[in-house]
């Protein structure tokens, strides 16, 4: 499993795969990853300290993500990315959380105050009854503007039958409205009954992906791995 990568397309950072105590969510319809857990603390705090050495520092920028949501990460690794970002002069720190937490964030600006955090919300998608009732993701809210609250970036995940060039397109030109950045994520074969659909794939691809592919505030990954971490 690759846990450490340099994303050097469109804004260029590090990112870390770091682990954490799981997914307290885990009804997503579409998701295995949160399967990369450890109820063993102190485990965690060694796997992501060996991780985060890898961190230079060279972009002042940094994501973290753990398969799951930040605040399942524990203490003493929190504070080790705030020592390793002040020692390296990272000032921007990329976050994920699901939209249940949201609640939390305010505290953890607080705790992370004297860096730039940018809150990557898992929305996958505005359509809210595609959202809610095919891919479970439990964000109940319909308006865009309340669920982006609190939240600075995005996923969305595309490539599942059901969707079609207008729910796409929609999600991204909704999603550039409602947050600084977003990123698209093609679904992949994984172990959960929900299979990336070709056709929907093929009109992303067609379609979608030249209008957006220089675009700087949209990152797509087309497999999973694309930013360099994860298996
Ligand atoms: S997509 Fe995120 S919130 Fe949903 S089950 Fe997977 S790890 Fe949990």
């Given at each position: 499993m690759e846990r450490y990568s340099?994303?050097?397309k469109k804004r260029k950072r590090e990112i870390v795969l770091l682990r954490g105590s799981g997914c307290i969510y885990r009804k997503c319809a579409f998701c295995d990853y949160h399967?990369?857990?450890c109820a063993?603390?102190?485990a965690n705090f060694a796997l992501n300290s060996q991780v985060l050495a890898w961190v230079s520092g060279r972009f002042g920028d940094l994501e973290v993500i753990n398969s799951g949501s930040v605040f399942e990460l524990d203490a003493q690794t929190l504070a080790l990315i705030r020592q390793i970002c002040r020692e390296k002069g990272i000032s921007t720190i990329h976050f994920e959380?699901?939209?249940l937490y949201r609640d939390r964030i305010p505290a953890l600006r607080q705790e992370f105050s004297g860096f730039q955090l940018k809150m990557k919300l898992g929305l996958e998608t505005f359509d809210w009854a595609f959202r809610e009732h095919v891919l479970k993701k439990g964000i109940p809210e319909q308006e865009p503007a309340l669920i982006a609250r609190g939240f600075d970036e995005a996923?969305?995940?595309f490539g599942i039958r059901g969707q079609t060039f207008a729910s796409m397109e929609r999600d991204i030109s909704l999603g550039l409205a409602c947050f600084e950045r977003i990123c698209v994520n093609i679904m992949c074969p994984n172990t959960t009954p929900v299979k990336?659909?070709?056709h929907v794939i093929s009109v992303f691809m067609d379609k979608i992906y030249p209008k957006y592919k220089d675009d700087e505030r949209v990152d797509i990954?087309?497999?999973n791995t694309d930013f360099g971490v994860g298996d």
């Open positions: 340099e994303i050097l399967t990369d857990k063993d603390l102190h959380s699901h939209y996923n969305l995940l990336p659909d070709e990954l087309i497999q």
